[in-house]
C-alpha cells in the first residue's frame, strides 16, 4: 500500500514514511490512525481520513509542516492530544456535521457542546476570538500558534490546561477573566514576546502585579512572562517561585527575591540565559535541585540566608556573596563550597 505500514488485518494504519509527499488517501478499512503514525512527514500537502476511521492517536499528524486542511469525518469519535502537534502551516480543521463528538468554529476543533477548545491549527494568525461557549481550552490547545498576535479568552473559561498557549511567540499580552478557577503548568511557556499577563480584579484565584501572574493572596509567583527584560524586584510578600516560573525568561538580567521568599521550585529559572545575577532572601531554607539548569551565564549570587540553604546542584563556580559571620558555614556546606569566591556582606538593617 505504498509503502505506508499497517497492521496485519489493515484496520490499524501504523507507519506513514516520513519520505511521503504529496496527497495520501487512507484506505476505507481503516479504523486507527497510530501513534506517531505520519509524525515527521513534512511533505504531505493533503490527507484524505476515510468515514472509517475512529481514533486520531496521539501526535498522530506531529510536524506535518507542509497540510494546510484537515477533514474529520463523521465516525471519528477520539482525537487524543497533540494530533496535529507541530503542523505549522495548519489554518483549518474541518468537522462533518454528522460526527457526534467534535465540531469545527472558525477552523477551530472543539467538543461538539462546544464548551472545550482542542485545537487551534498552528497556521491561524492575528487576532483570534473565541467562541462565547468555551470552558475549557485544553492541554496544548495554542501549542506552536507563533502567528497569533492576540487571543480574546471570553468571560466563561474556566480551565487553561497544561502547555496551552506553548510557543505562541507572537503574543505580546494575554487577559486572563474572572471566571478562571485553574490555569495548569507551562500554560504560557516559550511565548517569548509575552510581556504582560493581565488578571481580572474579579477573579478569585489569581491576580496580576506588574505583568506577572500570582495567586490571589500574592504569596506564589506562578508566572514571569518571557517578555520581560532587565532587573525584577518582586514584592516582599512573596513565599514560593513556582514550578517553572520565570523559565526563558532570556531578558532578564538581574531578580531579588525578597527575604519573604521561603522556597523556589523546579525548573524556576530554567533557560534564563541572560541572567547574570541573582538574590535570594534571608528565609529560604530549600532550592530545587534544577531551579537553576541552563542559567548559563549566571556568575553572581548572593544568598542572605545565615544558614546555607539546602541544596543538591551547582548552579555558578565563580562569586558568591554570603552573610559577613557565615562565611565559615558556606564554605563547609556543599554545594556552596565550590564556589571560586565566597564573599561576605555586612547585612544591612
Not at 509527499?21 to 484524505?48: H, Q, Y
Request: aromatic share 8%; hydrophobic share 40%; charged share 20%.
Amino acid at each position: 500500500m505504498g509503502n505506508i505500514v499497517y497492521n496485519k488485518n489493515g484496520d490499524t494504519l501504523v507507519r506513514c514514511p516520513k519520505g511521503k509527499k504529496g496527497c495520501v488517501i487512507i484506505p476505507d478499512t481503516v479504523k486507527t490512525i497510530g501513534l506517531n503514525a505520519f509524525s515527521g512527514c513534512r511533505g504531505l500537502t493533503e490527507v484524505t481520513i476515510p468515514n472509517s476511521v475512529t481514533l486520531v492517536d496521539f501526535r498522530a499528524f506531529d510536524e506535518c509542516r507542509s497540510l494546510k486542511s484537515i477533514a474529520i469525518p463523521a465516525s471519528v469519535t477520539s482525537i487524543e492530544e497533540g494530533a496535529f502537534l507541530g503542523c505549522k502551516c495548519l489554518e483549518n480543521i474541518t468537522v462533518s456535521a454528522a460526527n457526534v463528538s467534535y465540531q469545527s468554529i472558525d477552523g477551530l476543533l472543539y467538543s461538539k457542546s462546544g464548551d472545550t477548545l482542542i485545537c487551534c491549527p498552528a497556521g491561524k494568525k492575528g487576532v483570534l476570538a473565541l467562541s462565547d461557549f468555551v470552558l475549557k481550552i485544553a492541554n496544548a490547545a495554542f501549542d506552536g500558534c507563533c502567528g497569533l498576535k492576540s487571543v480574546n479568552i471570553p468571560d466563561f473559561v474556566t480551565t487553561i490546561g497544561v502547555g496551552a498557549f506553548y510557543g505562541c511567540r507572537g503574543l505580546k499580552k494575554i487577559a486572563i477573566p474572572a471566571s478562571v478557577t485553574s490555569i495548569e503548568d507551562a500554560a504560557f511557556l516559550g511565548c517569548k514576546c509575552l510581556e504582560n499577563i493581565t488578571v481580572s480584579a474579579a477573579n478569585a484565584n489569581y491576580q496580576s502585579i506588574d505583568g506577572l501572574l500570582y495567586n490571589k493572596s500574592g504569596d506564589t509567583l506562578i508566572c514571569c512572562p518571557a517578555g520581560k527584560k532587565g532587573v525584577l524586584i518582586l514584592p516582599d510578600f512573596v513565599a514560593k517561585i513556582g514550578v517553572q516560573a520565570f523559565d526563558g525568561c532570556c531578558g532578564l538580567q538581574s531578580v531579588i527575591l525578597p527575604d519573604s521568599v521561603t522556597s523556589i521550585e523546579n525548573l524556576a529559572f530554567f533557560g534564563c540565559q541572560g541572567l547574570t545575577s541573582v538574590t535570594i532572601g534571608k528565609s529560604v531554607s530549600s532550592i530545587d535541585y534544577s531551579a537553576f539548569f541552563s542559567c548559563t551565564h549566571l556568575t553572581s549570587v548572593t544568598v542572605k540566608a545565615e544558614i546555607p540553604p539546602k541544596y543538591d546542584a551547582v548552579f555558578v563556580l565563580d562569586t558568591l556573596y554570603v552573610p559577613l559571620h557565615s562565611v565559615d558555614l558556606y564554605k563547609k556546606a556543599s554545594p556552596w563550597c565550590k564556589f571560586k569566591n565566597i564573599v561576605g556582606k555586612k547585612s544591612r538593617q
